[in-house]
C-alpha cells in the first residue's frame, strides 16, 4: 500500500487541529494513523466538501469535509449567518432552529445557535426534539428570517442533515443555495467564526402550543371525529404532537405502535426508517390487525410525511397502504368538497399522478405542476393544497409552507370519519374519482446503489439511445429536464409522454437513488367497469417497468 500524499496529510492534520468534536477528532487521529499502509479510507474523507444545495446538507455522520460533523455544521450556520448578513436581513427578525431525535441532532443545533449568537443575530432554539413542520410553522409564526430543521428525515441512522428555510417559511432554492454555499466556502480556520457559547434562547412550549391549535384548525367545525387510528412514529418524533393534536381535535386517542414509539435515533426496529420501504410497516400492521381501527397512520421520522393503509378485505393480511397519489387525490377531493378559497390552487410535482389536475379541472380550481420537491410545490402561486406522491401533503399553506404529516393525519381521519358516518370508506372514494376521472395508476421503479456512477451510466445510456417504445406502447414525446422544458427551471431527468401513459427518470436529492416514475391512464365507462380498467393499467405499468429497466441498462 502507499503512503498517503503530503498534501492529504496537511489537510487531514489541519482538520483534526480545528475539530471541535473529541469523538470525531479520535475517529480521525485513526484515519491519519491507519493511512501510514491504507490511505484510501483517509483520502475518502477528504475527496471534496459535502455539498449545500437545495436540500441543504445531508450525509453520513463522520469525521472529515465529505461527513456530518460538528466542522461542516458550524462551517454552514456561518455561511447563512454571512448571507442574511450580507442581503440585509440580520436585523429583520431572529433566526430558529429546530432539530430532531438523530444521533448529534442537538449539538448541531446548539451550535448552530451558538454561531447565529456569534454573529449578532438572535437565535431561538425549539424546546425539544419536535417534528420539521413544528420548525416550519415557527418560521412564519414567529416572524424569523431563517429557519434550520436538523434532521436527515428518513434516511438510515447513519445520516444527518441541515435543511434551511427562508422568512416565508419555504425551504431555500436558487439563487439562494448557490449564495449560501459560496459563503460557506469562503469560512477560513473554524476558529476565525465567532461564536457566543451558550448563544441563543431556548423557547418555552408556547410554540408547540401554537402549533397545535393551528393543527387542529385545519378540521372544519364540527365535522366528524369518529374514526379509530393505529399510529406508528417509526422511532422519529412524531408520537407525542400526533397524539397532541389528536385530543386537541377531538378524535379517539391513536393506538400508538409501542415499539416505535420512542425517539431512537438507532431506528432499531426497521431497516430503514422511512414508510415507503419493505417490512417497515409490518409492526404497524399487526398492531392493526390486534385492534381493527378504520384507518392506519404512520409519519417518518421528523414527521413531515404520512403514509396510510385501509382496511381491505382482498389485500394480503385485510389491509392495503394507499399510495401517496391516492392519499394525495382523496385529500384534494376532501379540500374540494369542503370548498377551496377563491382562486385557490392544487399543485404537485411533475413526478406525481396527473389525477390531480383532472380534480382541479372538474372543480374549476387552478393547478399547478412544479418540480420536485416541496421547495417548489410551496411556492405555486395561490396554494390551497399541494401534495408529491413521496407521502407529503401540505395542506394549510399559511400556517405551514411545508409538507406537514401531523395536520394531513388529521385531515385524512376526518375524511374517514365523516365517510364512515356515510356507511362508505376511503377505498369507495377512491372508486368514485376513477369512475369519474378514470383509472391512474402510478408505480415506481427505485433502484438503491452503492456506486453513484450506475445512475450516471444510466441517465447518459437513456439519452444516448432513448427508448421509441416502451411497454408496447409508442413514445410521442421526450423531454430532457435538463434543458428546463415546459417551463421548469432545469432539473436532471427524462420525461417521456407515452400514449396512455407517462414516465418520468430522475436521481434522488436526498438519498443513493434512481427513481422512475409511472403512470397508466385507463378510461372507465362506469362501475363495472373498474376491475378491467384496474387491471390493464397495472398490465401496462408492469411492461412499461420491464422495458425502462433494460433501456436504462438496470
Keep these: 500500500m502507499s503512503a498517503p500524499s503530503d498534501d492529504l496529510n496537511r489537510r487531514a492534520a489541519a482538520w483534526l487541529a480545528e475539530d471541535p468534536d473529541p469523538e470525531t477528532r479520535a475517529e480521525l487521529a485513526a ?8 490511505p484510501a479510507p483517509l483520502a475518502e474523507r477528504f475527496a471534496g466538501t459535502l455539498t449545500f444545495g437545495t436540500a441543504g446538507l445531508r450525509g453520513e455522520l463522520g469525521a472529515g469535509p465529505t461527513r456530518m460533523n460538528r466542522a461542516v455544521v458550524i462551517r454552514a450556520a456561518a455561511g447563512l449567518a454571512a448571507y442574511l448578513r450580507d442581503t440585509g436581513q440580520a436585523g429583520a427578525g431572529p433566526v430558529v432552529i429546530g432539530y430532531d431525535a438523530r444521533h448529534n441532532s ?33 418560521v412564519r409564526h414567529l416572524g424569523a428570517v431563517a429557519g434550520v430543521e436538523v434532521t436527515a428525515s428518513h434516511n438510515p441512522p447513519r445520516d444527518n442533515g441541515y435543511k434551511v428555510y427562508l422568512g416565508d417559511g ?26 457566543t457559547e451558550g448563544g441563543g434562547t431556548v423557547l418555552d412550549e408556547a410554540v408547540v402550543e401554537a402549533y397545535l391549535d393551528r393543527a387542529a384548525g385545519v378540521l372544519a367545525p364540527g365535522s366528524a371525529r369518529s374514526a379509530t387510528t393505529v399510529h406508528t412514529a417509526l422511532h422519529g418524533v412524531g408520537a407525542a404532537p ?40 409490518d409492526l404497524a400492521l399487526a398492531t392493526a390487525r390486534r385492534h381493527s381501527p378504520d384507518l392506519v397512520l404512520a409519519n417518518d421520522p421528523d414527521a413531515d410525511r404520512l403514509a396510510a393503509a385501509v382496511p381491505d378485505e382482498a389485500a394480503e393480511g ?16 376532501h379540500l374540494v368538497r369542503r370548498g377551496l378559497p377563491k382562486g385557490g390552487v392544487l399543485a404537485t410535482s411533475i413526478v406525481s399522478s396527473s389525477l390531480l389536475s383532472r380534480i382541479a ?3 374549476g380550481a387552478g393547478y399547478a405542476e412544479t418540480l420536485t420537491g416541496f421547495k417548489w410545490i410551496s411556492r405555486a402561486e ?12 401540505c395542506v394549510d399553506p399559511d400556517g405551514v409552507r411545508d409538507k406537514d404529516g401531523i395536520t394531513a393525519a388529521l385531515l385524512l381521519t376526518e375524511l374517514a370519519s365523516e365517510l364512515k358516518e356515510e356507511g362508505r370508506t376511503l377505498l369507495d372514494l377512491l372508486d368514485e374519482l376513477a369512475v369519474r376521472h378514470g383509472v391512474h395508476a402510478t408505480s415506481q421503479l427505485s433502484v438503491r446503489v452503492e456506486d453513484l456512477s450506475v445512475i450516471a451510466d444510466a441517465m447518459e445510456r437513456l439519452r444516448s439511445a432513448p427508448p421509441e417504445r416502451l411497454g408496447g406502447l409508442p413514445v410521442v414525446r421526450t423531454e430532457d429536464l435538463g ?36 403512470e397508466a391512464v385507463v378510461p372507465v365507462g362506469g362501475p363495472e367497469g373498474l376491475p378491467e380498467a384496474r387491471a390493464a393499467a397495472a398490465r401496462t405499468l408492469a411492461a412499461v417497468e420491464t422495458d425502462l429497466a433494460e433501456a436504462a441498462g438496470l
Excluded at 484515519?31 to 491504507?38: N, R
Excluded at 385485510?318 to 385529500?331: I, N, S
Excluded at 401513459?501 to 416514475?517: F, Q, W
Aim: with cysteine; glycine share 10%; aromatic share 6%.
Design 31 to 38: 484515519l491519519i494513523k491507519a493511512a501510514e499502509t491504507d
Design 361 to 363: 379541472e372538474a372543480a
Design 170 to 195: 419555504s425551504q431555500i432554492v436558487e439563487p439562494a443555495d448557490r449564495e449560501i454555499a459560496a459563503r460557506i466556502a469562503a469560512i477560513g480556520a473554524l476558529d476565525s467564526v465567532p461564536r
Design 106 to 138: 442537538a449539538r448541531f443545533a446548539r451550535d448552530t445557535a451558538e454561531v447565529m449568537a456569534g454573529a449578532g443575530l438572535t437565535a431561538l432554539l425549539l424546546p425539544r426534539p419536535l417534528p420539521t413542520p413544528v420548525l416550519a410553522f415557527a
Design 318 to 333: 385485510g389491509w392495503r397502504m394507499l399510495r401517496g397519489d391516492e392519499t394525495g387525490a382523496l385529500l384534494a377531493a
Design 242 to 281: 400526533l397524539a397532541a393534536a389528536f385530543a386537541r381535535a377531538g378524535f379517539p386517542a391513536p393506538v400508538a405502535v409501542a415499539e416505535q414509539a420512542e425517539p431512537d435515533p438507532d431506528f432499531p426496529t426497521v431497516a430503514f426508517p422511512n414508510p415507503e420501504e419493505p417490512g417497515a410497516m
Design 483 to 518: 434543458a428546463g422544458a415546459g417551463g421548469l427551471p432545469p432539473t436532471d431527468g427524462l420525461r417521456y409522454t407515452l400514449d396512455g401513459a407517462r414516465v418520468v427518470v430522475r436521481p434522488s436529492g436526498t438519498e443513493p437513488k434512481l427513481k422512475c416514475y409511472l
Design 382 to 393: 395561490g396554494l390551497a393544497f399541494g401534495y408529491e406522491e413521496a407521502l407529503g401533503y
